[in-house]
């Protein structure tokens, strides 16, 4: 029983899908043997032109559109101008803070939300994201901080930007013709007694540049008799309208400026942070003689006094705080805490504590490679539960390392027209890179991701097994074995999902000649073993990612992906671009995206999915666990993994087994701790019943001395008790294990 309560434990911790499903060992036929000498010449560059065949670590962003770009001659510049997306409309504040930080050359590009310009910096579509943190009248962005903790990115820059208000409208329209103002209900707050003096009714809208550009589009439209696309709100017309928005906002959308700076109170700023992704941090070029900022994130143990000797770690060493605010947990860091202090033998004192925890989002005011710095960072995270660097730049609005001479090298650039570096379309916005994607092996696993990748790319797979139906249904195209070659040269990614006993035979017998430039996705449960076989077998020239997706068509809410974590490491690309849209499946569905190598992840996990698979099979044979109307949390967790388990093959769980080290030292250890449980049953059985016994002596040697007593009484009193006949029956003593009497 204790077992299964250990077990149970383990289990409600740890959600451990299938991988792989069984299917006959994938090897080639001997006769396919000379498809390695046919290589079609088109099979040697890239699926995106986007240099595969470069030396360099990364590959250039998607091309741009055509413009009035044009570049001055000068030996030292570069190809392009820098991308930095931002939320809202053309002319939106946010466009404005990006043009003072990096200038005019710039590239701004145009997102819908928050978390958009977080994808397009991490998918290589954008250089940069320039997002808004904080004001100084409404306080933080929430979005944003917690995006932060979600995407992989980093602070290189900051910027206080002015907000003053313009009031635009369609020319020919005078100020007293106004009856109704457009814009965002924060710009409409900020200028109430200004709108209240005028009798000007306030109209809220979802952006301020959104609200001049919708403007423009009617006052056009009414003036070349067409209907724009969106119409302006009830009661509103081109000719009694004006919109509140920056003087950028006019200046792009070609507006009269009717007043300038009509907000009711003139501190109102902004502070935009500009990220990058992890490898632009500019932490290195900071210097004593640079003011420098360093923003952190942190959370800590519910214990009396935690935030305050948190702090200490600074203070003690005069370390100044520009910032320090609390934000709620989010659900996946809650889990990986959850993780950490069970492995560590923690555990949450009530349930409240896991419900409510907060991060600590920090700004000090020195780089974080100062001594003094890097000192109190040791020291907090050794108190920390977690804590992460989100990046160290330089103060007010002061540009350091790549990002400077990225902004120096765009200035090299003559802009005609504003409209040239201004974008309000990615490639992304289309669909992306749509990649082919070819599966080998289209078991269950093979469907599962099937079904998610046809929603984007075009799916292909191939099996020893004739999988036509499972391919129709799930909208992939099957190709039969005698056919490999043609689904090898029509796949830019290949996607091996054969169970682990099978994947080095199914590797080393595909042709290398027609596995070069793509990009080789393994997504075994255990990653070291398969990832040293990629590398000695496959072509330098193929890229290689290790991942393993914790869940599956078994696992409890497979139809989501939502939370799910998905395990991956770039362990050989070139082709960033490509791995980027192959793993943005796996992000746009909301996935927690881990990065760990192989050999961490095996370390780490492997011991547990071994264990879990293995309690789910000793627990699902032989009706251990019956069905029951009524069920605690633990039975029910059992019931959810066995489940999961029973659904896997013999092969996937023999493959945990065959290459995980240490498997046959758990079986040793789990036969020794149900032997040692056995040994305690035995042992209390034994003690209850000798207690037992020794209970019912020691009854009996009272009796026998009660007994003894009375017969002694009888004989000094040589008659009767008092109140006896002299005949009557002699007093009895009985128990329930002694009927004698007296």
Request: proline share 5%.
């Amino acid at each position: 029983m204790m077992m299964m309560v250990a077990l149970s434990s383990l289990a409600s911790l740890l959600l451990l899908a299938t991988n792989v499903d069984a299917s006959p060992p994938f090897v080639l036929p001997e006769d396919t043997s000379l498809i390695n000498q046919k290589v079609m010449s088109s099979m040697t560059g890239s699926i995106v032109g986007s240099g595969v065949g470069s030396s360099s670590g990364s590959s250039p962003l998607k091309p741009l559109p055509s413009s009035g770009i044009s570049r001055e001659n000068s030996p030292g510049a570069a190809g392009r101008p820098i991308r930095v997306a931002y939320q809202g409309e053309s002319g939106a504040y946010s466009e404005k803070s990006l043009r003072e930080l990096l200038g005019e050359n710039v590239i701004a590009v145009a997102r819908p939300d928050f978390e958009s310009c977080y994808r397009a910096v991490a998918s290589r579509e954008c250089d940069y994201a320039c997002l808004p943190v904080e004001n100084s009248l409404g306080g933080s962005i929430h979005d944003n901080y917690d995006l932060m903790l979600r995407y992989d990115l980093v602070i290189v820059a900051e910027h206080e930007c002015r907000i003053s208000h313009f009031l635009h409208a369609n020319h020919g329209v005078k100020k007293e013709d106004i009856k109704y103002c457009m814009s965002h209900p924060q710009a409409l707050a900020q200028c109430d007694n200004y709108l209240r003096s005028l009798r000007i009714t306030p109209v809220p809208m979802y952006d301020t540049a959104g609200s001049v550009k919708l403007l423009m589009e009617n006052g056009k439209g009414s003036k070349l008799g067409r209907k724009p696309d969106r119409q302006l709100p009830d009661k509103c017309t081109p000719a009694n309208t004006a919109a509140i928005a920056s003087v950028l906002a006019g200046k792009i959308y070609n507006m009269k400026c009717l007043d300038q700076s009509i907000e009711d109170d003139d501190s109102n700023f902004t502070r935009f942070l500009l990220l990058g992704r992890g490898d632009s941090g500019v932490s290195q070029y900071l210097n004593k003689n640079i003011p420098s900022k360093t923003s952190i994130v942190f959370t800590l143990p519910n214990t009396p006094g935690a935030l305050y000797k948190a702090l200490a770690c600074f203070s003690l060493r005069e370390i100044d705080f520009s910032k320090i605010e609390s934000r709620p947990t989010s659900a996946s860091l809650l889990n990986y805490l959850k993780f950490k202090n069970e492995q560590l033998g923690k555990k949450a004192r009530n349930q409240a504590e896991n419900r409510f925890r907060y991060c600590f989002y920090l700004d000090f005011l020195e780089s974080e490679l100062d001594d003094n710095a890097q000192n109190a960072l040791h020291h907090l995270k050794e108190q920390a539960d977690y804590c992460r660097i989100l990046g160290s730049y330089p103060q007010k609005s002061k540009l350091v390392g790549p990002v400077k001479e990225q902004v120096e090298e765009s200035k090299l650039y003559k802009v005609k027209d504003i409209n040239d570096v201004t974008m309000d379309k990615l490639p992304s916005d289309d669909g992306g890179v749509k990649l082919n994607v070819g599966i080998i092996g289209y078991g269950k696993f093979g469907q599962f991701l099937g079904q998610k990748f046809v929603k984007k790319h075009n799916v292909k797979c191939v099996d020893t097994s004739d999988k036509s139906k499972e391919a129709e249904e799930t909208g992939a195209e099957f190709y039969p074995m005698f056919e490999l070659e043609s689904f090898l040269k029509e796949s830019d990614v290949l996607v091996i999902a054969v169970p682990m006993i099978d994947f080095e035979s199914t590797v080393s017998s595909l042709p290398k000649d027609l596995i070069k430039n793509k990009l080789i996705v393994e997504v075994c449960p255990l990653g070291a073993r398969p990832k040293a076989i990629l590398l000695e077998q496959l072509p330098p020239n193929a890229d290689i990612i290790s991942s393993n997706a914790m869940f599956g068509p078994n696992t409890s809410g497979a139809m989501s992906w939502d939370g799910q974590p998905y395990i991956y490491e770039k362990v050989r690309v070139r082709d960033e671009l490509r791995a980027d849209a192959f793993l943005d499946v796996f992000e746009r569905a909301r996935c927690q995206m881990v990065k760990m190598t192989a050999e961490q992840h095996d370390a780490h996990i492997a011991d547990a999915e071994f264990v879990t698979h293995l309690a789910g099979r000793l627990l699902g044979s032989g009706n251990i666990l019956p069905p029951t109307p009524v069920s605690s949390k633990e039975y029910a967790a059992l019931c959810d993994v066995t489940d999961m388990t029973s659904c896997d093959t013999f092969e996937l769980f023999y493959g945990m087994y065959n290459f995980n080290p240490r498997a046959k030292g758990l079986i040793a250890k789990l036969r020794e701790n149900l032997a040692k449980v056995e040994r305690q049953l035995a042992a209390k059985e034994a003690y209850l019943a000798a207690k037992a016994e020794f209970e019912n002596m020691d009854r009996q040697r009272l009796i026998a001395d009660c007994r003894q007593l009375l017969h002694e009484v009888a004989k000094s009193k040589g008659s009767p008790l008092v109140g006896e006949a002299p005949n009557s029956p002699v007093l009895t003593i009985t128990d329930a294990s002694d009927k004698s009497s007296l």
